[in-house]
């Protein structure tokens, strides 16, 4: 067996992000920029009014109050008629373009109109409320780096930049097969010795969020040519994962179906719970795992291993999983020689975070991966821990 880090290190070994493709802004929440992107136009593009008031010159108002002739009106969007003289001032709106010859904008609290003029009750130094010409970006600037996923904050800022178009690094494709007589599709009646097959959906999920194109090639009955069969599609994909199968039992056959097919394993045992039996390897084009059948072992593993690989393949940075500092809310015994994942519940306890590890941790309960809050790492052979010891947590609900 090897270790967690080693398995994740020798899966993530060599391999480059996919091919880039253009895309319009509107597709691009989610892809991975795959070149630095240049603001098309500068923002704003003129000096503008911060506030709705009275554009003027600082000269003009240097002592208050200060009467001043009303000479234009500028909303957002109109173009001043002409350059602002000594002694005038001009009706400004947010957002509008502020004259030539004004340096100050004087908020309308601070004035009041008479008639055509209008009295400036506190002086204002040069350049107050006004937003000049680029202060946010320039036309031709790096305003966003490759290998940055973009969200839609992101989108709407390249909106503004003009940028409606984007290189970015084409969607991972990720073919995953269940094998085993006992599944059926979700759906549909099981028999009185079969289950439903549950972790493709979730795993098809996963995929999405974390950036992938997933393609769901079903259930394979347990025979090594039904297996070889049904899996030939997903070795045309970047990465082909089984689920099940992968130990060495008389009825785990993903090794035997697979290897005239060119299966070349890397390994296929991990010093972890849950999750133990993992195939790592390549198949055709595509980097292959095969992921342990029970659901709660497998939607770890995935997370664990799958993620870091499809992130890359994105080409998106791999910087590690992020964990958690919490305390424990329950004491833990010794931990044997592999690493523990255990679901937990987390609280937020008056700023500090407890986590609290379900007293069951029996691989079969896949409830307990819905009410986990996360998952309290444990090295190999850690020794026993009281309440209160610190802990470090992976995160699995959206919140922590």
């Known amino acids: 067996m090897i270790s967690v880090a080693e398995a994740e290190a020798r899966i993530l070994a060599g391999v480059r992000p996919t091919a880039t493709e253009r895309v319009a802004l509107t597709e691009a929440t989610g892809r991975v920029v795959a070149s630095p992107v240049l603001a098309r136009r500068t923002h704003p593009p003129r000096d503008v009014s911060a506030m709705d008031g009275y554009a003027v010159r600082a000269a003009d108002i240097a002592s208050a109050p200060a009467r001043l002739r009303v000479a234009m009106r500028i909303a957002a969007g109109d173009v001043p008629s002409h350059p602002l003289q000594a002694g005038e001032a001009a009706r400004i709106f947010t957002g509008a373009a502020v004259p030539e010859g004004a340096d100050t904008v004087v908020i309308q609290e601070n004035s009041s109109a008479e008639g055509d003029d209008v009295v400036v009750r506190e002086t204002a130094r040069a350049g107050a409320n ?7 970006f320039r036309e031709g600037a790096v305003i966003l780096e490759a290998g940055r996923r973009l969200t839609p904050q992101d989108t709407g800022f390249l909106a503004a930049a003009n940028a409606m178009e984007i290189e970015v690094f084409r969607r991972p494709r990720v073919a995953f097969l269940a094998t085993g007589d006992e599944l059926v599709p979700p759906g ?6 079969q289950i439903v097959a549950s972790t493709g959906i979730a795993l098809g999920d996963m ?22 069969a049904k899996a030939r599609p997903g070795l045309a994909c970047d990465v082909f994962v089984t689920l099940g199968g992968a130990s060495v039992g008389d009825h785990d056959l993903v090794q035997p179906a697979l290897k005239p097919a060119g299966l070349e394993i890397d390994f296929w045992k991990i010093a972890m719970r849950p999750g133990k039996p993992l195939i790592f390897g390549r198949i055709g084009a595509a980097a292959m795992l ?8 497998a939607l770890v593993c995935a997370r664990l291993f799958l993620e870091p690989l499809v992130r890359v393949l994105s080409g998106e940075p791999w910087r590690g999983h992020r964990l958690v500092a919490a305390t424990l809310g329950a ?5 044997d020689q592999r690493q523990d994942y255990l679901r937990a519940a987390v609280k937020n306890e008056a700023g500090r975070l407890v986590a609290t590890a379900f ?4 691989s079969g309960m896949i409830s307990l991966v819905s009410r986990a809050d996360g998952l309290i790492v444990r090295a190999p052979h850690a020794p026993a821990a009281e309440a209160g010891a610190p802990v470090s947590v992976l995160p699995l609900a959206a919140w922590l």
């Open 130 to 136: 006004i937003r000049s010409a680029g202060y946010d």
């Open 207 to 228: 995929l999405r969020q974390w950036g992938a194109e997933p393609v769901d090639l079903g259930i394979a009955r347990d025979r090594e040519d039904e297996i070889r």
């Open 359 to 362: 007293p069951k941790q029996d």
């Open 290 to 297: 095969g992921l342990p059948g029970n659901p709660v072992s």
């Open 331 to 335: 004491p833990l015994g010794q931990n």
């Open 188 to 193: 549909t009646e099981p028999g009185p010795s």
